[in-house]
């Protein structure tokens, strides 16, 4: 069987307690695919970057990975800097199945959700 990772790709920031959520996001995603290896990587001012996680999960014998964007919009970071990134993790790894999918914000499950929890937000 094809070993296969799932990584959750977000901004980062100073306070570690930004990344809370985004923890809480890759257990409940890692909870629901245990054949999955699921693991967040950090544009910038956290750890692990990308750049680092990518070859570790192949030294692993991961052979599939799947890049998640966590942002809610196609912004700068995921218009330009992630695909600058994957251009170069596919040219050092080209062996190395290395798959995008968009931005969070930009599926429509994920907006039908967050306008749900929005509405209901008038009940509460």
């Not at 977000?10 to 699921?38: C, I, K, N, Y």
């Not at 218009?79 to 798959?99: E, N, S, Y």
Request: hydrophobic share 45%; proline share 6%; net charge negative.
């Amino acid at each position: 069987m094809t070993k296969r990772a799932l990584i959750l790709f977000a901004h980062g920031a100073r306070a570690a307690s930004w990344a809370e959520p985004f923890e809480r996001l890759r257990d409940l995603t890692q909870a629901r695919m245990p054949d999955v290896a699921v693991s967040l990587a950090f544009l910038e001012l956290m750890s692990p970057s990308l750049t680092d996680l990518v070859p570790e999960l192949l030294g692993n014998g991961v052979a599939q990975i799947t890049v998640v964007p966590v942002f809610l919009g196609q912004g700068g970071h995921v218009q330009r800097d992630l695909p600058a990134m994957i251009t170069k993790l596919r040219g050092d790894h080209p062996d190395a199945d290395i798959k995008v999918v968009e931005a969070a914000g930009e599926n429509p499950d994920v907006l039908n959700a967050i306008s749900d929890y929005c509405v209901n937000a008038l009940t509460r």
